[in-house]
């Protein structure tokens, strides 16, 4: 019934969040790989901000689809309250109990999905980086 409003409002949440630690987030640490003394690439750290638009994206895109699904099946529509279940009060209950139940769990799924993303992410960058520190040729001062 109203299900998908749960995950939108972790999205509200969660976009402020990345919109303000964008703005307050430095550049990303980068590691050139160089071989030969001329530098190929680097391995540049994700920035945390951006790993959040990932469970903004994951938030939001999740929830249209719930939306879509609601609106097929009539469960949600374009008259007020726009949620039919919330016309009645015994069924408004019913729409409270889903919320609390199939909204959270599906908010805190999602969440989960993407705390694995990050957990991923963090092993394949801390691995880009120190292949980028072992191909590098250490730079060794002549003393004469």
Not at 21 to 49: C, N, R
């Amino acid at each position: 019934m109203a299900c998908f409003l749960v995950p939108a409002a972790e999205a509200v949440i969660s976009t402020a969040a990345s919109k303000v630690m964008q703005s307050k987030e430095s550049s990303p640490k980068a590691v050139p790989i160089s071989l030969d003394g001329s530098t190929i690439t680097e391995a540049v750290k994700t920035p945390f901000f951006h790993k959040l638009k990932w469970l903004n994206n994951l938030l939001w895109g999740g929830s249209a689809l719930l939306a879509f699904e609601h609106i097929w099946h009539g469960e949600v529509v374009p008259w007020f309250p726009f949620l039919s279940a919330a016309s009645n009060p015994s069924d408004a209950a019913e729409m409270l109990y889903e919320m609390s139940t199939a909204g959270v769990a599906m908010a805190v799924l999602v969440t989960a999905v993407w705390g694995g993303m990050l957990a991923i992410s963090a092993v394949i960058e801390k691995g880009a980086v120190k292949s980028a520190e072992l191909l590098s040729p250490p730079k060794w001062e002549v003393m004469l």
